[in-house]
């Protein structure tokens, strides 16, 4: 082969890797942030709690789940942040209510 053909053959699949490149980490980042251990995520689980707890009132494990909602609240506030996830998530499952994502 030319040089003239070479050159601009290999300059084409260069631009194409990089651009694939780029696009798995994008989708990589965008997977990962639902179950990031943040604060956000401590506030979203306790606020979905206190409205789920309205609901199920009557659930026989609301005693056990309003402890774990309590203490989770305290682990996310300390800075705990995965502890207290892990509560609260804990706490929405003894009232049946599945964690949001």
Not at 18 to 46: F, I, W, Y
Not at 65 to 94: F, M, V, W, Y
């Amino acid at each position: 082969m030319t040089a003239r053909v070479l050159i601009p053959v290999l300059a084409a699949v260069i631009l194409a890797a990089g651009g694939a490149m780029a696009q798995t980490k994008s989708n990589t980042d965008m997977k990962s942030k639902p179950q990031a251990h943040t604060t956000e995520r401590c506030q979203v689980l306790e606020q979905q709690f206190d409205a789920a707890l309205k609901l199920k009132s009557a659930t026989p494990a609301v005693a056990t789940a309003k402890t774990l909602r309590a203490d989770g609240g305290k682990l996310c506030a300390s800075g705990d942040l995965p502890s207290g996830i892990n509560k609260l998530e804990s706490a929405l499952h003894e009232i049946g209510v599945a964690p949001q994502q």
